[in-house]
């Protein structure tokens, strides 16, 4: 999916083989071992090719062979921490890099105050550009009606999908329904939503994924219904974007931290996935119905926002390379 992204912006896009070692059984280890050898190789290859200034790097099993090749070539290294909590292929990382661009405050215990900058969470204009008018407009969305967005990430969230299926008759009485079901559920949720009737569908649209029209959506909707990957700690924020969070269960806890980082302060619910099917009805027209929570919860998370982020880590990285 990566690849597909970057080349939709007109870059180039180089694989690196790789697997991970923790927590899967040992002939997985062993294979993704021997992918991480290729990997290395690759990388080297690459760095001795692009001759890069330095090497930005967001964690992940990828990581590992590029930053042993950048380090075998003495390119200085830019670490960016997107979750709350880093990984620990981030944390090993970390270790190495000249420096350590943050999010929040609170990844300050996870890595060096002496390295770490907090910066926030980077915002390419495909998100930035977009204002509540425009992204109403895009989507056909009536400028007075209250607007539900729905999304699990690019391949979806199964459990998210499947209990906006069950309550979606409910949830487009509330508010019109946006929903970006990902890739992974889009053959079974677009026959599902084939099969609803007219009134319903009228109120609700559905798609796999939004590509440019993704910040759009951020910018008309009056909630979200979502995961708790790291990029709802500058997404959410920008758009000052009230939120109902269901952290994904098998994920560590990476995205409870997420999430909880929101709750605390004001600008999100949590709703555990288990119960999902059940509560999101009640939660969500609870909130729509209570205007003046929602306008405490947008404030809330407005005030999280770091708008330069993307250009506090281009300078970091700028910087570190001309160094």
Same mark, same amino acid.
């Given at each position: 999916?990566?690849?597909?992204?970057?080349?939709?912006?007109?870059?180039?896009?180089?694989?690196?083989?790789?697997?991970?070692? @923790?927590?899967?059984?040992?002939?997985?280890?062993?294979?993704?071992?021997?992918?991480?050898?290729?990997?290395?190789?690759?990388?080297?290859?690459?760095?001795?090719?692009?001759?890069?200034?330095?090497?930005?790097?967001?964690?992940?099993?990828?990581?590992?062979? =590029?930053?042993?090749? $950048?380090?075998? @070539?003495?390119?200085?290294?830019?670490?960016?921490?997107?979750?709350?909590?880093?990984?620990?292929?981030?944390?090993?990382?970390?270790?190495?890099?000249?420096?350590?661009?943050?999010?929040?405050?609170?990844?300050?215990?996870?890595?060096? !105050?002496?390295?770490?900058?907090?910066?926030?969470?980077?915002?390419? /204009?495909?998100?930035?550009?977009?204002?509540?008018?425009?992204?109403?407009?895009?989507?056909?969305?009536?400028?007075?009606?209250?607007?539900?967005?729905?999304?699990?990430?690019?391949?979806?969230?199964?459990?998210?999908? !499947?209990?906006?299926?069950?309550?979606?008759?409910?949830?487009? /009485?509330?508010?019109?329904?946006? @929903?970006?079901?990902?890739?992974?559920?889009?053959?079974?949720?677009?026959?599902?939503?084939?099969?609803?009737?007219?009134?319903?569908?009228?109120?609700?649209?559905?798609?796999?994924?939004? @590509?440019?029209?993704?910040?759009?959506?951020? $910018?008309?909707?009056?909630? =979200?219904?979502?995961?708790?990957?790291?990029?709802?700690?500058?997404?959410?924020?920008?758009?000052?974007?009230?939120?109902?969070?269901?952290?994904?269960?098998?994920?560590?806890?990476?995205?409870?931290?997420?999430?909880?980082?929101?709750?605390?302060?004001?600008?999100?619910?949590?709703?555990?996935?288990?119960?999902?099917?059940?509560?999101?009805?009640?939660?969500?027209?609870?909130?729509?119905?209570?205007? /003046?929570?929602?306008?405490?919860?947008?404030?809330?998370?407005?005030?999280?926002?770091?708008?330069?982020?993307?250009?506090?880590?281009?300078?970091?990285?700028?910087?570190?390379?001309?160094?």
């Amino acid at each position: 999916m990566e690849g597909d992204l970057v080349r939709r912006e007109g870059y180039s896009f180089v694989a690196i083989p790789g697997g991970g070692l @923790h927590g899967v059984a040992l002939l997985n280890a062993i294979r993704n071992g021997w992918l991480l050898v290729r990997g290395t190789w690759e990388a080297v290859k690459h760095v001795r090719r692009e001759r890069p200034a330095a090497v930005l790097t967001t964690g992940g099993y990828v990581s590992g062979p =590029v930053i042993m090749a $950048a380090r075998l @070539h003495g390119v200085p290294i830019l670490v960016f921490v997107p979750d709350i909590e880093p990984a620990q292929s981030v944390k090993a990382v970390a270790r190495v890099a000249g420096r350590v661009a943050i999010t929040v405050e609170e990844s300050l215990r996870y890595v060096s !105050r002496e390295k770490a900058v907090v910066t926030g969470y980077p915002l390419g /204009e495909r998100i930035t550009r977009w204002t509540r008018a425009e992204g109403r407009a895009a989507l056909g969305v009536d400028e007075n009606a209250p607007m539900l967005f729905i999304f699990g990430g690019s391949r979806g969230a199964r459990s998210i999908n !499947r209990a906006v299926m069950q309550n979606i008759r409910a949830l487009t /009485e509330a508010a019109q329904v946006v @929903h970006v079901s990902g890739t992974l559920d889009w053959p079974e949720v677009e026959s599902a939503q084939k099969a609803l009737p007219a009134v319903v569908r009228s109120r609700y649209q559905v798609v796999p994924y939004l @590509h440019e029209k993704m910040g759009g959506a951020l $910018a008309a909707a009056d909630l =979200v219904v979502s995961r708790a990957g790291a990029s709802i700690l500058g997404e959410f924020p920008y758009f000052g974007l009230p939120a109902v969070l269901v952290p994904y269960p098998y994920a560590w806890r990476y995205q409870r931290v997420n999430a909880g980082w929101l709750e605390d302060r004001g600008a999100a619910v949590i709703v555990e996935d288990e119960v999902l099917p059940g509560d999101i009805v009640p939660v969500v027209t609870g909130l729509l119905a209570d205007k /003046e929570r929602l306008g405490r919860m947008a404030d809330a998370s407005r005030k999280l926002a770091r708008p330069r982020a993307a250009v506090e880590i281009a300078q970091l990285f700028l910087e570190l390379g001309q160094g």
